[in-house]
């Protein structure tokens, strides 16, 4: 099983920027597309976006379109989501996950393999 650890997240302003890394143990994720996910308090998850192995189709929530970059390196076998003009309604836990398909898909039950999560705080 993989697991997936993500790391990156705290407490930001209004406007300001982080960014997400997400790596994986017992299994690479060169291979694999790769999402993101949030979850804010008493809210569904939702899906921010997800990637392809190679990087080269990538996807995004509309909620986060123009604001928010996913990129993957896969000489380090890390994924990222970073984080600009972040707003207040992006606070949440933010979840990287994977699955055995080579494209990215929007369904979290797409998704075989879930990281713990990483909290963002956006204060306004």
């Known amino acids: 099983q993989v697991q997936l650890v993500e790391s990156g997240g705290g407490l930001v302003q209004a406007g300001g920027s982080l960014r997400l890394s997400c790596v994986a143990s017992?299994?690479?994720?060169?291979?694999?597309?790769v999402a993101w996910f949030r979850q804010a308090p008493g809210k569904e998850r939702e899906y921010v976006g997800g990637?392809?192995?190679?990087?080269?189709?990538?996807w995004y929530a509309d909620s986060v379109k123009g604001r928010f970059i996913i990129s993957r390196d896969n000489s380090k076998d890390t994924v990222y989501l970073q984080m600009n003009s972040l707003k207040s309604e992006d606070t949440a836990v933010y979840y990287c996950?994977?699955?055995?398909?080579?494209?990215?898909?929007?369904?979290?039950?797409?998704?075989?393999?879930w990281g713990q999560g990483t909290q963002v705080t956006v204060s306004s």
């Open positions: 017992a299994r690479s994720l060169k291979n694999y597309a």
């Open positions: 996950a994977t699955t055995d398909h080579s494209l990215p898909g929007s369904h979290d039950g797409y998704y075989s393999d």
């Open positions: 990637i392809s192995w190679s990087g080269s189709t990538i």
